[in-house]
């Protein structure tokens, strides 16, 4: 297996995963779900711990777009009235969105960068493959961010070996 490099937008922060991060049973889990997702074409819940939470997955020409939306019930009740007026869709709260390029993955890398403000800073594109994430105003509330990031490592790598078992 390859190392899949991870950044986060709103830091700049470059990391890697292990590429003995998951079993390869728990990977061929990851690639049913992931499929199922894919062909869904509509919001999904996240496999196991997660199944509160929900994912809105397609993938492009270079790479798969996922969204994040966690239940109205991890966010304390003023801040949700504040930020959505007291209006939650069915699907649940936007958390975050993230994007796994495999390779060519630079229209995927423009897309995120169109998508988040950097100010004056400059964040090169990682070397593929990559992960890249935008974390959203509700995202601070996840009670267990490591679970979410897991559930990102485990699409990614779920996604690139799916890929390699088709080409």
């Known amino acids: 297996m390859s190392q899949i490099n991870h950044i986060s937008l709103d830091t700049g922060e470059l990391t890697s995963s292990a590429q003995d991060e998951f079993t390869e049973n728990a990977i061929n889990e990851m690639i049913a779900w992931l499929m199922d997702a894919l062909e869904s074409q509509g919001f999904v819940p996240l496999p196991g711990a997660l199944c509160d939470y929900n994912a809105l997955i397609d993938k492009g020409d270079d790479g798969l777009v996922c969204s994040i939306y966690g239940p109205a019930k991890l966010i304390p009740e003023d801040v949700l009235y504040n930020r959505t007026g007291g209006v ?80």
């Open 88 to 167: 939650v869709p069915d699907e649940g709260v936007p958390l975050l969105i993230f994007g796994v390029a495999l390779k060519d993955g630079q229209s995927l890398w423009k897309f995120f960068l169109q998508g988040f403000y950097l100010g004056d800073r400059v964040i090169e594109m990682p070397a593929e493959p990559w992960i890249t994430v935008i974390p959203y105003q509700m995202y601070p509330y996840i009670p267990d961010p490591d679970q979410i990031i897991r559930f990102q490592n485990g699409v990614a790598r779920a996604w690139l070996e799916a890929q390699k078992k088709l080409h």
